[in-house]
C-alpha cells in the first residue's frame, strides 16, 4: 500500500499531522527555528546556566511539538 492509497485519517495515524496539515507544519517548523536559533546562540564561551536556560526553553518548544504531533515530537526528543 502506498501513501497515496492511504486515507487523511490513516495518514495521519502513520505520518502524523506534520506530513499531512500545513497549518500544522508551518507552526511545528516556526518552533525548530526558535530550536535551531537557540541553539546556535550558545558557544563555547556560553556559561552552564546559559547551556541550561536554553535547553529549557528548547523542552518549552518540543512540549507544544508534541501537542500539535507527538510522532514528530519522537523523533526530535530522540535529536536533542
Known amino acids: 500500500?502506498?501513501?497515496?492509497?492511504?486515507?487523511?485519517?490513516?495518514?495521519?495515524?502513520y505520518y502524523g499531522t506534520?506530513?499531512?496539515?500545513?497549518?500544522?507544519?508551518q507552526r511545528i517548523d516556526t518552533y525548530m527555528q526558535k530550536m535551531a536559533s537557540i541553539e546556535s546562540n550558545l558557544g563555547?564561551?556560553?556559561t552552564t546556566e546559559e547551556k541550561e536556560k536554553a535547553k529549557q526553553e528548547q523542552l518549552i518548544l518540543l512540549a507544544k511539538i508534541k501537542e500539535l504531533d507527538p510522532l514528530k515530537y519522537d523523533?526530535?526528543?530522540?535529536?536533542?
Open 1 to 13: 500500500m502506498t501513501a497515496e492509497e492511504l486515507s487523511k485519517h490513516e495518514t495521519r495515524i
Open 18 to 25: 506534520y506530513e499531512s496539515n500545513k497549518n500544522i507544519r
Open 44 to 46: 563555547i564561551d556560553s
Open 75 to 80: 523523533i526530535l526528543k530522540k535529536v536533542i
